[in-house]
């Protein structure tokens, strides 16, 4: 029986146990994971090379997601329209879609399947998931904790692993009801017109070009630090990495000096070691890619600081982040590339700075640093930010579980975690009740039969 059917089969049982019921297993999940924090936290840090303290982020986010899946697991609410006619009832019933297929990256090798397999399976689907080939081992684990748990419904996390040719397989097969893909624009490109082919469903959550404004009026000591961890946090390899950064003019050198002596701050090394803020990339070749990015950058003179590889042991690509100062946008900065490079750039209109901010390919995440009230309002307002997610006096990484994930544009507009965004993982019935004695047709049409 292929993987997908196995799947099926499972959900045919699943959807009938009562969702708080559902709730209560994921909760129970949830509390096992709890339990074994340390040593979840230490095999994330093993194979993602992600360092410890951000690993138990980590698992602490998969918490929160079970909790907030039992909470939900009560609320899942269809609303009730008046009807237009007597004696009719109108309203919304959400049912589960089958099988939910799920692909995610190394970067976040437990969280993101947690967004996904809280919300899908407390709303009565099953799931297949397709780990990243570099952290299979955290998929083993978080199965078989749920086996633990869930006797009867083991079956209601399969894995699948493999390469791209499993997440093409996914993304062909039809029992696949929803394809909820997290990656880069790439593998999004690869699988999305696949899953487009037959009609079916995905849920997008691809790259960043992630962007932060520096406002004249902004608390500086407090942006350096924030803007620090959000460019150089899990090595510059999360989807929401500060990759752009626009400074007004006016406090332009002062903020770049301040910046680069935070950088100069930087522990780099064993990513183990708790007081280690960054550890190696996840392989050689992420070096390369770096690598080449910054010898393009080096030969318009425009490294300002660090990307340089450091020996600190055999296997390990370690290196110091990159500050790249430009001054305009340079089509490199249109290209995510999974690595700490930081571009920085002035500018004068805060209009214009917003104008470059937008004007990229990916929309996931932004922030604007500013104590000014209307800045920060346009920030936030039609005329400003068109990612997912709009941040003030934060970074753009680090999202709460509590918002919906997710971003526009080539980042793929699906919406993970948090909020509504549950109903991704589901199907709407309209349902109209006629609990009358009279045949009434809709919009006063008359059809008598005579
Ligand atoms: C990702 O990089 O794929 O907002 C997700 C954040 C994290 C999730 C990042 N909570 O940075």
């Known amino acids: 029986m292929s993987i997908v059917k196995k799947s099926q089969a499972c959900q045919v049982n699943w959807r009938k146990l009562p969702a708080p019921k559902r709730g209560r297993l994921i909760l129970a999940w949830g509390r096992v994971i709890e339990n074994a924090q340390n040593e979840l936290a230490a095999l994330i840090t093993r194979e993602s090379k992600k360092v410890i303290t951000e690993s138990m982020g980590e698992i602490q986010e998969i918490i929160d997601m079970c909790e907030f899946a039992m909470g939900l697991s009560r609320q899942l609410y269809g609303l009730t329209m008046p009807s237009e006619r007597e004696h009719h009832r109108l309203q919304e019933l959400w049912h589960p879609l089958g099988v939910v297929g799920c692909i995610t990256a190394f970067n976040f090798p437990m969280a ?5 397999f809280c919300l899908a399976a407390m709303g009565g689907n ?5 780990p990243s080939p570099k952290t299979e081992g955290c998929a083993t684990r978080l199965k078989q904790l749920w086996d633990a748990v869930a006797i009867e419904y083991k079956d209601v996390l399969l894995i699948s692993y493999g390469g791209a040719d499993k997440a093409l397989d996914l993304a062909d097969d039809p029992n696949v009801k929803l394809l909820s893909a997290t990656g880069s624009c790439e593998m999004g490109k690869s699988v999305a017109p696949r899953v487009a082919k037959r009609l079916g469903r995905c849920l997008l959550e691809l790259g960043g070009n992630n962007a932060s404004i520096i406002c004249p009026s902004a608390d500086l000591s407090f942006a350096v630090k924030a803007l620090t ?3 150089v946090g899990t090595t510059g390899q999360r989807c929401t990495t500060l990759r752009r950064l626009f400074v007004h003019d006016t406090i332009y050198e002062t903020f770049i000096e301040q910046l680069k002596l935070q950088y100069q701050k930087l522990r780099i090394g064993d990513p183990s070691e708790p007081s280690t803020q960054i550890g190696p990339l996840i392989s050689q070749e992420s070096g390369k890619k770096m690598q080449q990015v910054l010898k393009y950058c080096r030969s318009l003179g425009l490294v300002v600081h660090g990307g340089v590889p450091l020996a600190l042991d055999d296997h390990d690509y370690y290196v110091t982040p990159a500050l790249v100062e430009v001054d305009k946008p340079i089509d490199i900065m249109s290209e995510e590339t999974f690595a700490p490079i930081l ?17 990229v390919k990916q929309g996931l995440s932004s922030s604007i ?10 920030f936030i307002s039609t005329e400003g930010s068109d990612c997912g ?3 003030i006096n934060i970074g753009p990484s680090g999202a709460e579980i ?26 709407r019935s309209t349902v109209t009740v006629n609990y009358g004695k009279r045949l009434t047709l809709s919009q006063g049409i008359r059809f008598d039969e005579k």
Do not use: C, P
């Open 112 to 116: 993101v399947l947690a967004w996904n």
């Open 369 to 378: 640093f500013t104590n000014d009230h209307s800045e920060a309002e346009l």
């Open 229 to 231: 961890f959000a460019a």
């Open 343 to 359: 571009y920085v750039m002035r500018y004068h209109e805060l209009s214009d700075a917003i104008a470059m901010q937008n004007n």
């Open 126 to 130: 099953t799931l297949v998931w397709k």
């Open 402 to 427: 509590g918002g919906a994930f997710g971003g526009e544009k080539e980042t793929g507009g699906g919406r993970e975690s948090g909020s509504d965004a549950w109903k991704s993982y589901m199907r």
């Open 389 to 391: 997610l709009a941040n």
